[in-house]
């Protein structure tokens, strides 16, 4: 009987101590009956991203944060004006807020150093290794983690590439670059050696005057083809470019789905759409608990090919089929 009665309240100690071992080691989870307060900050004019925030938002409403209940979120947008962002990531600092949404390298090196005490979640930015962004894509540490961008050197290989398949006949390739944009000319030189182009660099282009100039010096100067990746300037005069590369009769290709949707020939890259989808979980995730700096830096699974037809006609250009048949999307 003794040996029962120890045996009995040896069993119920155990049974406290599982039962207090196991809420040790469950993850703290975040109260989600507050209202969740998220900050989204980009270089870009905010009517260049609305798609782009409309997928944000929509992915998190899927998750259940829902505007007006448990959640808000405030866009903050520097106009192309890289100076910006820090005085706007301070500002997102003061208010505390719960997650910082920052896309391209220089939001997101903003929200970084204004705001430590904040988690920053990436929604596309370069290489952010290399850009002292997160110490490795797997172990980021720090307050930082998300979705970045594809890897330069590979991507720019394959749209110089698409590029020479549209226009075979094209060797002097003028490529639109700016201060904004934290992208390497050197890896894009690369990509043109190997293909035999000879590059011309755009000077500093920030406004539709210097645009226009820029596009009718570079025809004069030889320019066959153009290449204008998405900077933050190069997005917020999306439309001026593609109307400049049709009058132009250039081919050219972009660095993203919305140039093609807007009346772009090409463009070779991720899904800013799907990468914003994406980054939502990753808002979800640190809303409910988790830890930013434990949390593996995602790069996209998938890359899009995008041609516009309409386009290629008005500049006297025939796609090859074989072209067509790689296209993830094609507008008629």
């Not at 910082?100 to 220089?106: E, H, L, Q, R």
């Amino acid at each position: 009987m003794v040996a029962s009665a120890m045996g009995c309240r040896v069993a119920a100690v155990v049974s406290v101590l599982l039962v207090l071992l196991g809420c040790a080691w469950r993850p703290v989870r975040a109260d989600v009956t507050k209202t969740a307060r998220v900050g989204y900050l980009s270089l870009y004019a905010p009517a260049e991203f609305s798609p782009v925030q409309q997928a944000l938002v929509a992915r998190l409403g899927e998750l259940g944060w829902q505007t007006g209940r448990n959640f808000s979120i405030v866009f903050a947008h520097a106009s192309g004006v890289p100076a910006r962002l820090d005085e706007l990531a301070a500002t997102f600092a003061r208010q505390n807020l719960d997650v910082i949404v920052a896309s391209g390298v220089s939001a997101v090196l903003a929200s970084k150093r204004a705001a430590p005490h904040i988690p920053v979640v990436i929604a596309g930015a370069s290489d952010p290794v290399a850009f002292g962004i997160v110490a490795t894509l797997a172990r980021p540490g720090g307050n930082v983690t998300g979705v970045a961008d594809t890897p330069g050197r590979e991507l720019e290989g394959k749209r110089l590439e698409t590029l020479k398949e549209l226009a075979p006949h094209a060797t002097r390739l003028a490529v639109v670059l700016d201060s904004s944009s934290r992208r390497d000319p050197l890896t894009i030189l690369a990509a043109a050696r190997t293909l035999g182009l000879t590059l011309l660099i755009s000077p500093e282009t920030t406004t539709p005057d210097a645009f226009r100039r820029t596009f009718a010096a570079l025809k004069r100067d030889g320019a066959q083809a153009i290449y204008a990746p998405e900077t933050p300037i190069n997005a917020e005069h999306r439309e001026l470019i593609i109307t400049l590369t049709v009058e132009h009769r250039l081919p050219a290709m972009f660095g993203a789905r919305e140039f093609v949707d807007a009346g772009g020939l090409a463009a070779y890259g991720p899904s800013y759409v799907a990468l914003h989808r994406r980054a939502a979980e990753y808002v979800d995730r640190i809303l409910r608990g988790a830890t930013p700096g434990s949390i593996p830096v995602e790069q996209p699974s998938r890359l899009e090919l995008a041609i516009n037809l309409k386009t290629a006609a008005t500049i006297g250009l025939a796609v090859p089929p074989a072209l067509l048949l790689r296209a993830d999307h094609v507008v008629q």
